[in-house]
């Protein structure tokens, strides 16, 4: 084969609890630093979420400063926002403890503060060049995996996403702390677990970049999160099942940084930018009727991906396990439910078709009248 890179984190600390040891953790990494720069949301911020990781900081004497105004699909203006406080702060490290928007943010913020490039010149693949602050990521949400991406993705204007992918964004220190994801609602646990499936199995199937690093982690991370997933969401507080998802969410994040998601995310951003509605559950409604038409261009993977989970060796055994799985754990599974009309969908189609930096990878070229198919399918 075509020779390739595998690039991922160097340092990932998983641990219950570890945040409380957080200062401990990352000692090598903050050196003589005493300035950190802490990036969340108030959501996250408010169910204390941040208080073990502050107090283990604040206990080793080091200056603590907290961003909590990331939103969802964070906007431009929030991101400069974080900057400017990060600036009059004298960030030296930059931490990002949430979701996949604060850890997007994070991200960007370590490498704003680190070099002189402007955010403008960062968009796009292998566009920004660093150097970056130190920076450490901490997911309170499995499913994401941004916490070993190099890609951070932001809003422009009303809907427009653009995405910063770059190896300088990978991060020096992941910590995974199932203690932290305990309390996640049902509907978040389902919606972002699925996502971090679509992760596994698109990266197992991108068409460029997929190699055999990535194949072992995304069917590692899949066959984790295929035995975690109704567990956590329908017992809350299982520990070992929120661990499992926590690190299959990481293993499938590791597959995707290299072998790039395809048309399931391209289709499900637009649900995201025009309706807002939640990444995770962007995804899990768009899987179904993906990966029906792209199986004329990738049923032996399917087939192998659903073999490994003890599935019908098929394209229909995988797509209806995940259905079966939606159901199970209660999440939406139609765009009606959403408050989509049929109205909406040639719109939805269009800008999905601008998402040509996802849609290269897709094991099967996507057409406009496909994608607008797709979205009917689930309507
Ligand atoms: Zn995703």
Not at 21 to 36: E, K, M, T, W, Y
């Amino acid at each position: 084969m075509a020779a390739y890179d595998f690039r991922t984190v160097p340092h990932i600390h998983v641990g219950r609890g570890a945040t409380a040891q957080l200062s401990r953790v990352c000692a090598s990494l903050i050196g003589n630093a005493r300035r950190i720069f802490l990036v969340t949301d108030a959501g996250v911020r408010k169910l204390g979420l941040i208080d073990a990781a502050v107090e283990s900081l604040e206990a080793a004497e080091l200056d603590v400063h907290i961003f909590d105004q990331v939103v969802a699909d964070p906007p431009k203006d929030v991101v400069l926002m974080a900057e400017d406080q990060a600036r009059a702060f004298g960030a030296e490290i930059v931490i990002g403890l949430g979701g996949g928007s604060s850890m997007d943010t994070a991200k960007l913020i370590a490498l704003l503060l680190g070099s002189d490039q402007a955010l403008e010149d960062m968009y796009g693949v292998n566009n920004a060049t660093g150097p970056r602050l130190p920076l450490v990521l901490i997911p309170s949400t499995a499913g994401t995996g941004s916490e070993v991406t190099p890609i951070s993705v932001i809003t422009i204007g009303e809907s427009t996403k653009m995405g910063v992918n770059a190896p300088p964004l990978y991060a020096d220190i992941a910590v995974l702390d199932a203690e932290l994801t305990l309390g996640l609602p049902r509907a978040v646990t389902a919606a972002t677990g699925i996502d971090a499936m679509v992760h596994a199995i698109e990266g197992y199937t991108s068409r460029i970049e997929k190699n055999p690093i990535s194949d072992s982690l995304a069917l590692a991370g899949l066959r984790k999160l295929h035995g975690a997933i109704e567990r956590a969401c329908l017992v809350g507080d299982d520990v070992q099942a929120r661990e499992d998802m926590l690190t299959g969410a990481l293993l499938a994040g590791q597959a995707f940084a290299n072998a790039p998601v395809g048309a399931v995310h391209a289709l499900a951003y637009p649900l995201g930018g025009v309706f807002h509605i939640p990444h995770g559950l962007s995804n899990s409604l768009m899987l179904p009727p993906v990966l029906r038409y792209n199986a004329e261009a990738a049923e032996p993977l399917y087939a192998e991906l659903a073999s490994h989970l003890g599935l019908h060796a098929s394209t229909d055994g995988l797509v209806e396990e995940m259905e079966r799985i939606a159901d199970v754990v209660g999440i939406e599974t139609r765009l009606s439910q959403l408050g989509i009309s049929h109205n909406d969908l040639p719109r939805l189609a269009e800008e999905a078709m601008d998402v040509k930096r996802l849609l290269v990878n897709n094991p099967r070229d996507m057409t406009l009248d496909a994608a607008l198919a797709c979205y009917e399918a689930v309507l």
